[in-house]
């Protein structure tokens, strides 16, 4: 399933990475891209988009 997040908290390529890892620890087929400028993370991904937003939220990051 395609999920489309606006993640207003990253600032930096280490928020990308640690997003990246959240999701792939649910999922490690996942393929995930994470945009710094735009603060969107996209992915492709057989967990919930509600199991995605809280992997990214105990990583202490905001997702609207």
Do not use: F, W, Y
């Not at 994470?34 to 997702?63: D, F, L, P, Q, W």
């Amino acid at each position: 399933m395609a999920i489309q997040l606006k993640v207003p908290s990253i600032v930096c390529d280490g928020c990308a990475d640690t997003i990246t890892k959240a999701i792939t620890e649910l999922d490690s087929g996942a393929k995930v891209k994470v945009n710094v400028e735009t603060k969107e993370v996209s992915t492709e991904t057989s967990a919930s988009e509600s199991a995605v937003r809280e992997a990214i939220t105990a990583k202490g990051h905001t997702v609207e």
